[in-house]
């Protein structure tokens, strides 16, 4: 999965040794996407290669974060853990994801199959609108039936 945004918080680093004697390093870091109304997203990076590889900083712009989604149990309760996995900068390259639907045959990589993007808000909002005007022909009401109610139910 992927995400777009700026980044607006980056956290503390955590450290601790596991109950194997190993240690670790995590990082939580904010990213905005920006719109009409905001959405905030808290992704985490672990390990310290990745932090080290990756290291976000507050107010990168238009970064496009790769993540995992996972859930936990812990004590009766569920949790969502959403782990980023690599950052692409604006105008730099970033881990090429094989890509989806496609298949190996004969070495080649075959992808006809290809993945389809959501459209946008506004796009869906333009959509609407551009349907909404070449459903009423010259801007023009709807004509009335005979009691004179200008509705255009069947009934």
Request: glycine share 10%; aromatic share 8%; charged share 15%.
């Amino acid at each position: 999965m992927q995400i777009t945004g700026n980044i607006v918080v980056v956290c503390q680093l955590e450290s601790g040794v596991s109950q194997q004697g190993k240690e670790w390093q995590s990082l939580d870091f904010v990213v905005e996407v920006p719109g009409q109304y905001p959405k905030r997203v808290v992704l985490n990076l672990f390990g310290q290669d990745k932090i080290a590889r990756l290291n976000p900083q507050v107010g990168e712009q238009n970064v496009t974060v790769d993540f995992d989604i996972d859930a936990h149990e812990y004590n009766g309760r569920w949790f969502n853990e959403i782990r980023a996995w690599n950052i692409t900068r604006q105008g730099q390259q970033g881990y090429q994801q094989p890509p989806q639907g496609g298949y190996q045959q004969g070495g080649r990589q075959n992808t006809e199959v290809q993945p389809h993007s959501q459209p946008t808000a506004q796009q869906v909002i333009q959509q609407q609108q551009q349907a909404m005007q070449s459903a009423v022909p010259n801007g023009q009401p709807a004509p009335s039936n005979a009691q004179g109610q200008s509705d255009d139910l069947p009934f």
